[in-house]
């Protein structure tokens, strides 16, 4: 495979409603398409760093000149036989994980594509659907959360992930149970907002049988997540921790974790996801796919590596509409059944991107070349 050019075209989305975590405040969609051309063929691929290096230290500005200044040049220097040879082509380069991820997605994409075979059947996928669930924010009042929980019930996702935070932690998570019952798949995620010191407060969320508790402690740590493990009884879940497969190794034989969030783009792309994967399979420790409120592109990646046996948890990638009222695929994902996903069978990403909303959404496009100048596209007044 050689690649002949390389298109980013950041662009920016309204979410339907703002999302707030113990992190911030969200209230638009900004990322970067990656469209890697070979022969007749395009593969696509999105970066999933958020617009502020809240959740890891990458943002929309450090994935593009990361992937303009290093990381597309190099991928023109040579041809790839499979798509894993661009995670060695990159592994020179200290993190920067969702740069790399964007890119080599669009590569895995383009090979599936060439190869006639649908992207999960090119990881190795074995699930024709996938069970999902959903994501909620810290809501203003309790009220409103439970409002929330029901609609998404009622909707019929498989599992209610919850944002908590000191002050927002025991009293809703005790309110959704009083009202909805134990039988609810409830989790919490707390994306790094407590200590050590907050022992007492997070084993009295035991009481709620959550399936999990994600990320309690801070983003780098897997010693303090051993120590808080052994007193839970909950199972604690990482995602900021684990960045990869050694990560996902030492938590394991620490007892940091029983469950790890597997997000592409926050450890490398598709190669290193499907080796975490593999890892924990090994070690039967379950894993789900966490989600970055991606748009379709990033969505059908999750759907792709989803696919994979080990992902026995419903993971975050819902719907299209949870967050947007439009997406740039065509038709916009949406369940085939209640909670339920299908894994498309299409070659590639199986999606067919709607260029009139890329085109609404576009703030710069630049198109990159092995053999020629690049070429940039400002879009004005936007
Ligand atoms: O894509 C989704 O629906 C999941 C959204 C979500 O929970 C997150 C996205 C990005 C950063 C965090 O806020 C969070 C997470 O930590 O999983
Ligand atoms: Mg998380």
Partial sequence: ???????????????????????????????????????????????????????????????WYMLEKYLIPQLFTREIE????????????????????????AIWDLYAKMNGISLSQALGGTRTQIDVGVSI?????????????????????????VKIKPGADVEPMRAIRQKFGPDVP??????SAYTLNDIGLLKELDEFGLIMIEQPLAHDDIIDHATLQRELKTPICLDESIHTVEDARKAIELGSCRIINIKIGRVGGLTEAKKVHDLCQAHNVPVWCGGMQEVGIGRAHNIA???????????DTSPSHRYFATDVVSPMIDFAA?????????????????????????????????????????????
Avoid at 137 to 161: C, M, N, Q
């Fill in 186 to 191: 409830l989790m919490a995620d707390a994306n």
């Fill in 338 to 382: 209640p909670g339920v996903l299908d894994v498309p069978t299409a070659p590639g990403i199986g999606m067919v991107i709607n260029e009139d909303v890329v085109r609404d959404a576009l703030i710069e496009h630049k198109s990159y070349f092995a053999n020629r100048e690049s070429t940039t596209t400002v879009i004005p007044n936007f």
């Fill in 1 to 63: 495979m050689k690649i002949e050019r390389v298109d980013l075209q950041r662009i920016k989305i309204p979410l339907t409603a703002p999302f707030v975590t113990s992190m911030g405040l969200e209230t638009h969609k900004e990322c970067i398409l990656v469209r890697a051309y070979s022969g007749p063929y395009v593969g696509f691929g999105e970066s999933v760093a958020m617009d502020v290096p809240v959740y890891n230290e990458e943002d929309v500005d450090t994935v």
């Fill in 137 to 161: 924010g810290i809501e203003p009042t309790i009220g409103k959360l439970l409002e929330r929980v029901d609609g998404f019930i009622r909707d019929g996702y498989k599992k209610i992930k």
């Fill in 82 to 105: 499979h798509p894993d040879d661009v995670s060695r082509l990159f592994s020179w380069m200290r993190r920067n994980n969702m740069a790399k991820a964007a890119l080599e997605g």
């Fill in 305 to 315: 590596i989803a696919s994979l046996s080990n992902f026995t948890i419903p993971g």
